[in-house]
């Protein structure tokens, strides 16, 4: 497996809704892999297909950082079945915007029906960071960021900073 190179903000790719998986193949198991190996390469908890450039409904997350009980997963085509009527700030961040942070209101729980890379139908519940991260990565499906869950002056700041931020970058690591 491999690391890939990370989509930044802003960038079209980002804000597309995605499509959804029909068959989970070698390309799709390799790119689950190659996600993991991404995320880990820039200390991530969560990656998102769209972040690395592919318009597919699949995530990865791993929050065992944060909590030991936590597993690395591979979701593929998640759909939120329910939600907590229990809100809770947490601070975000998103490797499509490295260093911007940013406190979002989310759902303290989700229930989510998935696919694992095996192809097994799953519902869990994701409860407390591992639930936010979920609840982050599936927004990026939708073409969600989460600088829209922001005021739009904060929004636009960061969004300022990340085209200054791009401007730096060699050419090619500039979409």
Request: net charge positive.
């Amino acid at each position: 497996m491999s690391a890939l190179d990370i989509i930044l903000a802003p960038s079209p790719v980002l804000y597309k809704k995605t499509d959804f998986i029909v068959e989970i193949d070698k390309v799709v198991k390799k790119l689950s892999g190659n996600m993991f190996d991404t995320m880990y390469k820039f200390n991530g908890v969560g990656l998102a297909a769209p972040q690395v450039g592919k318009s597919i409904k699949m995530i990865v997350i791993d929050c065992s950082k944060t909590d030991e009980k936590f597993f690395p997963k591979t979701l593929i085509n998640p759909k939120i079945l329910e939600i907590s009527d229990i809100l809770a700030f947490r601070e975000e961040g998103c490797l499509s915007f490295p260093n911007q942070f940013y406190e979002v209101e989310r759902p303290d729980y989700v229930k989510v029906e998935y696919l694992d890379i095996d192809g097994k139908i799953n519902i869990k519940t994701f409860i407390g960071f591992e639930s936010i991260c979920v609840q982050h990565e599936i927004d990026h499906l939708n073409g969600v960021l989460f600088v829209d869950h922001m005021s739009k002056l904060r929004k636009n700041i960061i969004l300022r900073k990340m085209k200054k931020f791009k401007k730096n970058l060699p050419l090619e690591r500039r979409e």
